[in-house]
């Protein structure tokens, strides 16, 4: 399933359309200034809070950026890695 056909189902079209902004602007900023977030403790990810409940998450490598997920902030953190393992394979 895509992200805006979850968010959608979830939410109404306002917030989609405010996410859809704040991952625009996020992956703008992460263009412009790799480092910009924060290097996840113990791997090669980097996290970049969008809102106080959403990140993005996304690593760098010598040619290219890789979004790797979105991430709900109120969600169990443990299944977090695994994804992000997952994510980048």
Do not use: C
């Not at 359309?17 to 996840?40: A, K």
């Not at 969008?50 to 290219?64: A, R």
């Not at 977090?80 to 980048?88: E, Y």
């Amino acid at each position: 399933m895509e992200l805006t056909d979850y968010v959608r189902q979830m939410w109404d079209g306002t917030i989609v359309d405010d996410l859809l902004s704040m991952i625009d602007d996020s992956i703008s900023s992460i263009l412009l200034y790799p480092g910009i977030g924060v290097v996840v403790e113990g791997s090669e990810f980097r996290k970049l809070v969008m809102h106080k409940n959403v990140s993005l998450f996304y690593s760098i490598d010598p040619d290219i950026i890789k979004i790797l997920l979105i991430w709900d902030d109120r969600m169990d953190d443990a299944a977090l890695f695994s994804k992000l393992t997952k994510s980048r394979q």
